[in-house]
């Protein structure tokens, strides 16, 4: 494993990195999952939402930014689903955004990404997530020419400091082995050009990052996450990026597609409702993203396109034992190894 | 208003704290608000779950508890209504709780209190909260045998620190300003026997408590709302906290009572569930002691029971101009003097 770039890259992360670049795949990326989810629906399409703001209209000072929000309702495969370019500026990192680098607060920074949540409607179909951003202090020697100028920077001079962070998971109603191998085998053989060693650590970082606390739960089935990640430099730590992104619609879709015409009853309906709570309470409890914006001004209606469009609650529910309800806990919702590590070369 | 307890308290509040008798109250108050409101259903029942845990049993260490939570769920009238009772001891107070009061940190406690959250069925009918609630720092010259003895308290003979809170506050669907006007009256004359000065301050804190901020909307018509509360000294605050608890039912029961046959529409409920939406953004982004309760360990499902048992999220809904649920808006989400301040001996 010696001269692994986990362990010693190969490029120092100093390399300028390309807004313009990570932009226009951003926004392609967008429009290849959107069209591939809503051909895999067959009825409805996404809407699309395009905002800006002024830094003067948020509640942030030197807050300012846009998106494309994208949503499709009501579908006959996707009850929700959202998929949400955004492209944010801000004159002044908070400290509560930098309390592992406080040499960047105060500093002004561009954030931009594709996040997306899709709820189907078939209880035999998997919620599933993904994002991919890239975060940079600003001056940078952007090409990007909408980009603000830097505002009060003490070192106009020094290089930007940037990285990239991503991935998706799968959150099952009812589980099934071969979903899960699939997911997972993707996400492996999407990173293996990277090297064997970034699919079980970002396969952890996902265990770890997607559970509930308060319920000693993890959201689901897992997948990869990673963040602050620029161990390549810019060149080759945006094509990891690309190369996760990239994998979502492979690992999805065929699970869809096998998914979305199972035969399903009311109560398999009543638990995918309930179960969907779960979601509810990671995303407005845990997750950091979800309330960095909600507390910091974000743009609400877009952080909360995550939300599933129907949900219940109800007081100390648990399913019969030996039911397929109580094998999605006892048998999925729990950090299992769905692929060998490190057998990327064999695939 | 010299002379007024809010400015010159007439009795210090150094009385010795009767944990007993706020414990026994509390039960009762729980077993009236149940009764009536299972009366007013008329079909279901509250179903009582008791529990206990041992300190050993949570993830922060010395938190030890038990309550009495009861369930009303499917009734004619209401969806869910859950009232619970609890009473929790630490050995060692955190830090965060107690941030405005350092000097509490690393202590034993008490806190008992009764929280209830009504959400019925037809959306005529206002979503209500209540909640009455008593902090203790001990080693006090408790008569609650059943309560623990001092760990590691630095002055084992100091006076214990105390406080009551609570409040309760209204969440309508559809506007009515007689309802409106009928809750906040309830509550002022509720507080009239203590000093005109604090209705319209309790008022106040529960339009400021009870907003979300990531939407600038406040949660409801409010009603009042008040913590770390000991000006009247131990007799007469606890007398202000039963008239508090004593006057939820009174208050809430006449609007149920008369909008609970309302007619009403498939797209009236779809608004309803929309709005209840906010109740759960509310409650898990927002409110403190949910907070606390999930991140330190405490008991998820009473916790939780507060959450509507179905709710819709939509993207960028928002009602028709000039319809009622637009007025639900412009004329009911946004602070309003629903009834005089300081004509309490008017009445």
Partial sequence: MSG??????????????????????????????????????????FVTDEWTREPSASSTPGLGGG???????????????????SHVTGSQLPPSATAHRPELAGKPWVAMGVSLVIHPRNPRVPTSHANVRFFSTLPAASPDSSTPRPLGSSDPSAPPTWWFGGGFDLTPYYGYEEDCVHWHRTAREALAPFGDAYYPKFKKWCDDYFFLKHRGE???????????????????????LRAVGDAYVPAYRPIVARRKNAPTTVAERDWQLYRRGRYVEFNLVWDRGTLFGLQSGGRTESILMSLPPLVRWDYGRSPAPGSEEARLHTDFLRPRDWVDFGTAKDR
Same sequence: chains 1, 2.
């Fill in 4 to 45: 692994h770039p986990l362990i010693s890259p190969v490029l120092p992360p100093m390399s300028v990195p390309d807004l313009a670049a990570v932009k226009s795949y951003l926004l392609d990326l967008q429009d290849r999952i959107c069209a591939a989810l809503a051909e895999e629906d067959g009825r409805a399409s």
């Fill in 218 to 240: 993890p959201r689901g089935v897992g997948g990869v996450f990673f963040d602050d990640f620029s161990a390549l430099g810019f060149e080759r730590s945006f094509a990891l």
């Fill in 67 to 85: 998106g494309r929000t994208r949503i499709l309702a009501e579908g006959a495969v996707f009850e929700k689903a959202g998929v949400a370019f």
